[in-house]
């Protein structure tokens, strides 16, 4: 590698052609960069102390082996986005001087030299005549400025506006046309030009820390798996799959949605999360363990790019399906996708049929929405999809799914039909984050003719102000203040309707039956064609009564609309584990140092202490040890003399133990599960040792670190 500073102008003057390869991302410098560009040439133009302004690096590699008869394109690995800025701006001073019909301006500034010396080759033909060729879109588009001539039909954006923002400028500074020129002489690059035989571009690349706009993590990955290849390869790859996988996600979605993608796509693949921030990471090490060739790993993803986009951006086809997968966006399910992506490959490969993966796409949305009703905690859900495939059996793919979801374990459980319809009918849904959805799911649960919700306006049967009537204080009762703050914003007393001002704080007697539109016709409860308002014409009074037992009818068929997976009981216990069929073999009395005296009191003491951090822990006695388990084992105690020996189940390195008070026993045989160890000998310690403790459920229950 050889790097040495160098004016702008002269390297572009010197260089025979830049090419950008066809796997960098397109041109994408804002109008923001390209100001503050101009910003800094004004300041060095205006300025006779400036002697020069540094505007970053461009790092290039011969496209082949040059000669002195024919030199070779230049391939630019990073500073596209200044290169091809400093182009525009170029192109559009050489514009305005042959608008203006102006001469020469001070050395080598006229529409000529401008054009021939920095944006063409003269005695060039075809590409080569360009000084510069872009890549797909973005190439046309720069041609078309070079050569004024008509733009393509699919023009790039970013290149138009930008030029056009130059022309703009250099417009309204006209009068100052000698400080332009005087600052574009004075900008200033590092030419970092790279050995092909002995410098590794795709390393330098990501060691390189641009001033421009910051690489995304599918930037990064683009580059990794194209650029190590032959520039043949590189088109054929980069047209057949790259590209088209682009053009599916849409070019602001693709920006937005590839780097979730990937995350998902790792996952689904490895069954491990990746930090948010290490995707590309995580992809690098994932691609250097793969067997097969390049080709195969982008036609992979290639394939669930595909499922992705008609999961999460709408381009499924399938109409029932298509609803499913807008109904998990609006619940916002991403969490899922992992499971999905591979659900859909099974089904891409016939392992299912489109009517199964309906039946699966909707068990995981009455999963991810009866815990949310159940204030069930979120943050197993990541960890459970990640893994969920791999405990399905293929050929029972759709009753393996019911099992796997029936038989998790508590804490990431699917709520029953009892809990749902408890839980639903008493939690605040007005409040609730996905209002809009649960109204609309079930408003048109079983319609062929779907109600647009969005047309509607939620409606508050007994009136949300507290300053109630005298005739609602009477129908309610003298207890009529605890009913509204209890159940104002619930099930029963929520519904939609068409004409939320015309019903306002009225009695409920003439909501239901007085109401009518300007036509006269009537819209009262009683006469409105929604199945939320079913019935609503034969209640006579409102009243807690009446708002429970409209609760109890739309709770249950809310257990229809989000069903539970339903299997016969000996099919379930088939799937169970066999340990889990058998039972506990062991109890507290199996282990006598546990059975009085000091001991016995300090166990009772942090069993107390473990079981309360939450309600899903289990506790489970083995012969040598007492398990506490949420996902799995997260501590385990093993009974001694003078003291209880605990196994933390997680990374020593990642404990917080300020008093040094753990042990690394990584290397080491030891009853229990986990790589740190602490001794709790009195009660004194109890408080620290739950510290430490909740650390290692913490860590289980996918906390923070899986961002």
């Known amino acids: 590698m050889k790097a040495t500073e160098a004016n702008l102008l002269k390297f572009l003057r010197k260089s025979p052609q830049f090419v950008i390869p066809i796997y ?58 200044r290169l091809t800025t400093s182009t525009l701006l170029i192109a559009a001073l050489a514009k305005h001087f042959e608008v203006k019909g102006l001469g020469e301006l001070l050395e080598a500034f006229s529409n000529k030299k401008l054009r021939n010396y920095y944006l063409l080759n003269p005695d060039e033909e075809g590409d080569r005549h360009f000084k510069l060729i872009l890549s797909e879109t973005d190439k046309d588009t720069l041609l078309a400025i070079l050569q004024n001539t008509p733009m393509p039909p699919e023009a790039s954006s970013r290149i138009n506006e930008n030029y056009a923002l130059f022309q703009e400028l250099i417009a309204t500074h006209q009068g100052e046309l000698e400080a332009i020129c005087q600052g574009l002489a004075k900008l200033v690059i590092v030419d970092v030009s790279l050995d092909r035989a002995q410098d590794n571009p795709q390393l330098i690349f990501e060691s390189m820390n641009s001033t421009g706009l910051e690489l995304s993590q599918a930037d990064l990955i683009r580059n990794y798996i194209l650029m190590g290849l032959e ?20 070019q602001a979605a693709y920006v937005v949605h590839f780097d979730a993608f990937m995350r998902h796509y790792l996952t689904a693949k490895t069954g491990e999360i990746p930090n948010v921030r290490e995707v590309y990471v995580a992809f690098k090490s994932f691609a250097r363990g793969l067997k097969g060739d390049t080709r195969d790993l982008v036609t992979d993803i290639h394939a669930y790019a595909s499922y992705y986009c008609a999961m999460a951006l709408g381009t499924e086809t399938d109409a029932a399906l298509k609803q499913a997968f807008h109904d998990l966006r609006e619940l916002k399910v991403d969490v899922a996708y992992p499971f999905l992506l591979d659900v859909y490959h099974d089904y891409k490969q016939g392992r299912l049929t489109s009517e199964e993966v309906l ?78 959805y649960w109204l609309r799911r079930l408003e048109n649960h079983g319609r062929k003719e779907r109600v647009v919700v969005e047309g509607y306006t939620i409606e508050h049967i007994l009136p949300q102000n507290e300053a109630l009537s005298q005739e609602w204080q009477l129908e309610i009762g003298p207890d009529w203040q605890r009913v509204q703050q209890d159940w104002l914003h619930t099930l029963g007393n ?62 249950g068929d809310a257990a229809k609309v989000w ?85 933390l189940n997680m990374p020593f390195h990642e404990v917080d133990d300020p008093e040094g008070h753990c042990k690394d026993v990584s290397d080491l045989g030891r009853w229990g599960n986990g790589d740190v160890e602490v001794g709790l000998s009195n009660l004194d310690e109890l408080p620290y040792v739950m510290g430490l403790i909740r650390q290692s459920f913490d860590r289980q229950m996918g906390g923070p670190q899986d961002d």
Not at 33 to 41: A, G, I, V, Y
Not at 47 to 71: C, M, P, W
């Open 24 to 81: 960098q991302r397109n041109y994408s410098w804002t109008a923001d960069q390209c100001r503050q560009l101009w910003s800094d040439l004004m300041r060095a133009g205006r300025d006779e102390k400036v002697n020069a302004h540094f505007i970053g690096s461009i790092v290039y590699v011969e496209r082949g082996l040059s000669s002195v008869t024919s030199q070779e394109a230049l391939l630019v690995i990073d500073g596209q986005q």
């Open 231 to 250: 520039p043949k390869l590189q088109t054929e790859l980069y047209k057949t799959y790259w590209r088209p996988m682009e053009r599916a996600f849409g």
């Open 359 to 436: 039946q699966v796409v909707r068990l995981v949305e009455s999963y991810v929405f009866r815990r949310a009703i159940c204030a069930i905690p979120t943050n197993s859900l990541n960890k459970t999809f990640a893994g969920l495939s791999r405990s399905l059996k293929k050929d029972r793919y759709l009753e393996s799914v019911q099992a796997t979801f029936l038989l998790l374990p508590s804490y990431r459980r699917f709520p029953s039909d009892e809990e749902f319809q408890r839980d639903i009918k008493l939690r605040d849904l007005y409040n609730f984050r996905s209002r809009s």
């Open 494 to 555: 929520l519904t939609l309707t068409g004409y939320n001002s015309e019903y306002s704080d009225r009695p409920f007697a003439y909501k239901r039956d007085q109401v009518s539109d300007k036509d006269g016709n009537p819209v009262g409860f009683a006469h409105s064609p929604l199945k939320l308002n079913l019935g609503l014409g034969k209640v006579n009074k409102w009243d807690e009564a009446a708002i429970k037992a409209r609760a109890d009818r739309l709770a």
């Open 563 to 647: 069903g539970a997976p339903q299997l016969a009981h000996d099919v379930l216990e088939a799937y169970r584990p066999a340990a889990a069929k058998f039972g506990q073999q062991y109890s507290l009395t199996d282990h006598p140092h546990l059975s009085v005296g000091m001991m016995r009191d300090l166990f009772e003491a942090l069993r107390k202490s473990v079981l309360a951090l939450d309600p899903c822990i289990t506790e489970e006695f083995l012969k040598l040890y007492v398990a506490y388990k949420a996902e799995t084992n997260f501590v385990d105690v093993v009974p001694q003399a003078k003291r209880l020996r605990l196994s």
